[in-house]
């Protein structure tokens, strides 16, 4: 990641996502000021993690799929953000070293569990984010945006956070403890939206 890039590009979403629609943040002192950090959130779409990144108090590394590091310009530009690649189309073990890696530096992963863009809601949560919080001993941060699947203007963009959890850390946590995990994480993740005034 490019600390002065990084900080740039925050700054330009802010302002013309603020300007555009309006913006705004809630349940930021839910969010740690340290330490190695999950942040979940739901995906309709793909302003998603930019308006994520601009709620954030923190730094934040995506994990995202590999497709995206093909495009001109975007590749670029998200690697120099910090995202590094993934290959959802198999176990990718090198991607969960990275991930990983981020934590052990006590930094902010961001991840959207869904595994991809969940429109119409029926896409089955994947049970990565426990995975990962379960090796790592990482706080898990859970998040909801809305507004971003139909940008109107003036009409606002909200950015939720809870309160962290954490997952009993453990090399082999079995898979029905990670199923359950995920539920529980994705629960959280769903009842922020009361509070963007969503219906």
């Avoid at 922020?192 to 219906?199: D, F, I």
Wanted: aromatic share 8%; charged share 20%; with cysteine.
């Amino acid at each position: 990641m490019i600390p002065w890039f990084y900080g740039l590009a925050r700054f330009a979403i802010w302002a013309i996502v603020g300007s555009w629609c309006g913006f705004r943040t809630l349940g930021r002192e839910h969010v740690p000021p340290s330490g190695p950090l999950i942040v979940a959130c739901n995906h309709v779409s793909n302003l998603d993690p930019p308006c994520l990144g601009v709620g954030m108090t923190r730094p934040v590394t995506y994990m995202a799929k590999k497709e995206l590091f093909e495009i001109p310009v975007l590749g670029p530009v998200i690697r120099g953000l910090g995202a590094f690649p993934i290959d959802r189309s198999r176990g990718d073990v090198a991607s969960i070293r990275t991930a990983i890696g981020v934590l052990e530096r006590g930094t902010c992963l961001g991840i959207f569990p869904e595994g991809g863009r969940n429109v119409d809601g029926t896409k089955q949560a994947q049970m990565g984010v426990a995975l990962l919080a379960s090796l790592s001993g990482a706080t898990v941060l859970p998040a909801y945006v809305s507004g971003t699947s139909q940008t109107k203007f003036r009409s606002p963009i909200t950015v939720v956070f809870g309160e962290p959890l954490r997952f009993e850390p453990g090399q082999k946590a079995r898979r029905d403890d990670l199923a359950k995990w995920t539920e529980e994480l994705m629960r959280r993740i769903y009842a922020l939206r009361e509070k963007t005034g969503v219906n």
